[in-house]
């Protein structure tokens, strides 16, 4: 294995732009009837890295193994997809800390509100949960827009959420909608996708679900207070930590993808969110190389084009998201980005080979 593998499989403790793999993964590949040593060698990874403890993956390491898990879910069972074939197995017997917190909650809400809070601790990835009179719309977004991670991997947290649903409620939840970017294309896969959360899957921006407001009420027979209590404060002190060592660029993005979509973008309201001073951030950012301004601009550049690339979204649609106050005041601000308007960077993104 090379330099680089070696490093991401050991990884810099506490980076929150890294993901957590869990020792719980092998018995959960073991039970979907997945060998972990072919797909270990597919994604050239060490063959004994889910017996390891504390591993943190980069995003382009990460996403690597989890296209080589849909290539081995291909090979053992082509009709079946890996979210799904996991799904069938998935039970409280998997000692994964996001699926122990969130059995541990009174309900969905309450599950997606701790999720929400607690993920940074395992991925780079800010979970919004947005409440309606009728709806719950719960979207995943990723600090890292370098990287793009593979649909089997978008697949497999919308249905992580849907199968925490059911096992919690012992009921066959189905959200009202569903959807991520690039979803399948073949009439099978789409086939069984649908079957499973009982409603077609849409292309969306971002990964989505949406969820009746009285499913996300529906008490889990899973709950335990006392279980929760116990863990909550060591889980509070690592979410300190990793903030107290996690670099300011990273936690001002991680800030901003929460706070864009409400057109809050002033360095007042981040340094609030971040409980921290506008002069402490700004000393921060300029150590590390940069500024409130250049940061909140690699990041709207960086959205821009995700979602140029992957949607049809129109300009004001992708403004109103960025936090911008109209599609006029994106569309100057992506000229002065890359010197050209977002209509001409999508076409030319089309027509790339």
């Known amino acids: 294995m090379n330099r680089k593998n070696r490093s991401a499989a050991n990884g810099r403790r506490g980076s929150v732009l890294e993901y957590a793999v869990w020792p719980g993964w092998r018995l959960l590949m073991q039970d979907a009837g997945l060998a972990t040593s072919p797909v270990l060698r597919r994604a050239q990874l060490p063959g004994d890295l889910f017996a390891r403890e504390n591993v943190r993956l980069d995003s382009e390491t ?81 600090l890292d827009h370098t990287k793009h991670p593979p649909s089997v991997f978008l697949a497999f947290k919308l249905v992580f959420f849907v199968q925490l649903a059911r096992l919690a409620t012992r009921s066959p939840v189905q959200p009202l909608r569903v959807g991520w970017p690039s979803p399948p294309k073949s009439e099978s896969e789409s086939g069984l996708y649908r079957t499973y959360f009982g409603v077609p899957v849409t292309s969306t921006p971002l990964a989505t679900l949406v969820f009746a407001a009285g499913d996300i009420e529906r008490p889990f027979l899973t709950e335990n207070n006392n279980m929760w209590s116990f863990f909550e404060p060591a889980l509070r002190q690592r979410l300190a930590d990793l903030d107290r060592t996690a670099g300011m660029i990273e936690r001002v993005r991680s800030t901003l993808l929460e706070t864009l979509p409400a057109g809050e973008v002033s360095m007042q ?58 599609s006029n005041s994106f569309a100057r601000a992506f000229h002065a980005w890359t010197g050209k308007t977002p209509q001409r960077v999508r076409t030319e993104i089309r027509t790339d080979p």
């Open 62 to 142: 990460f996403y690597r193994l989890w296209e080589a898990i849909g290539a081995e879910a291909g090979f053992v069972d082509p009709d079946l997809p890996a979210p799904l074939r996991i799904a069938k197995v998935m039970s409280s017997d998997w000692f994964d800390p996001e699926l122990f917190a969130a059995l541990c909650s009174a309900n969905m809400g309450n599950a997606l509100d701790r999720i929400a809070k607690y993920v940074r601790l395992i991925a780079p990835m800010a979970i919004k949960v947005e409440r309606k009179t009728a709806e719950v719309i719960v979207t995943i977004d990723f």
């Open 269 to 326: 309201v981040v340094s609030r969110k971040l409980g921290v001073s506008t002069r402490t951030l700004q000393r921060r950012l300029h150590d590390e190389g940069t500024t409130f301004q250049e940061t909140l601009d690699t990041l709207r550049d960086s959205l821009a084009r995700h979602y140029l690339r992957t949607t049809q979204m129109s300009s004001a649609e992708i403004s109103f998201l960025l936090g911008f106050e109209d």
